[in-house]
């Protein structure tokens, strides 16, 4: 019995650190990454369970092996204040804390969020003077990107990377409850607060 116990308990944890969910605040939300189209056909799916949704457009670069989400300055200011961005306080135990605000990004600047600051930044032709500002992650992990870049909104559109699709979903209740099935690239639960 205590045997049986303890293997519950682990697969409850780890089940909780897979999802990037913590055990104690349940998810209302879930993050889908994807194709336009592929998140399009997601949210008419489940469109009669949502509560709310929103849509960014984001664009995907390499940068020595590691994928980085560009992001607009718009859309990361949403993301606050949702309590979606969040600073890792302590890598080992893996707790975070929403952050209240991040300052906008000028035209022909951006914002560098990641691990560690990378030794080199290839923007594939942008010039844009990109600051590392720290270990700032969406949600409760990196379910998509190994770093995030915030961009001006004007920068956006000049930036090279294939163009993708970034949805919120926020629903009534735990959306981990009825399965995580929907087919895009990736999806991520977080809890959404405002």
């Known amino acids: 019995?205590?045997?049986?116990?303890?293997?519950?308990?682990?697969?409850?944890?780890?089940?909780?650190?897979?999802?990037?969910?913590?055990?104690?605040?349940?998810?209302?939300?879930?993050?889908?990454?994807?194709?336009?189209?592929?998140?399009?056909?997601?949210l008419e799916r489940e469109k009669d369970d949502l509560a709310k949704e929103d849509q960014y457009k984001i664009k995907v670069m390499e940068n020595g092996g590691q994928q980085i989400i560009v992001l607009t300055d718009e859309t990361v200011q949403a993301l606050v204040k949702k309590k979606l961005i969040k600073e890792i306080t302590n890598q080992e135990k893996g707790k975070t804390k929403a952050i209240s605000s991040l300052p906008k990004v000028a035209e022909g600047e951006g914002i560098l969020f990641a691990k560690k600051e990378p030794a080199a930044l290839n923007l594939?032709?942008?010039?844009?003077?990109?600051e590392y500002e720290g270990n700032l992650i969406i949600g409760e992990g990196r379910a998509y990107g190994d770093m995030f870049l915030i961009v001006n909104d004007a920068d956006f559109d000049s930036i090279k990377g294939t163009e993708k699709m970034m949805a919120l979903l926020e629903y009534d209740k735990d959306p981990s409850a009825d399965g995580l099935d929907y087919d895009v690239e990736k999806t991520q639960l977080v809890r959404i607060q405002e």
């Open 124 to 130: 594939e032709g942008k010039d844009l003077n990109v």
């Open 1 to 42: 019995m205590k045997k049986l116990l303890i293997v519950f308990l682990t697969t409850l944890i780890v089940a909780s650190i897979l999802t990037g969910c913590n055990m104690f605040a349940k998810a209302n939300g879930v993050i889908l990454y994807g194709e336009e189209q592929q998140i399009i056909d997601s």
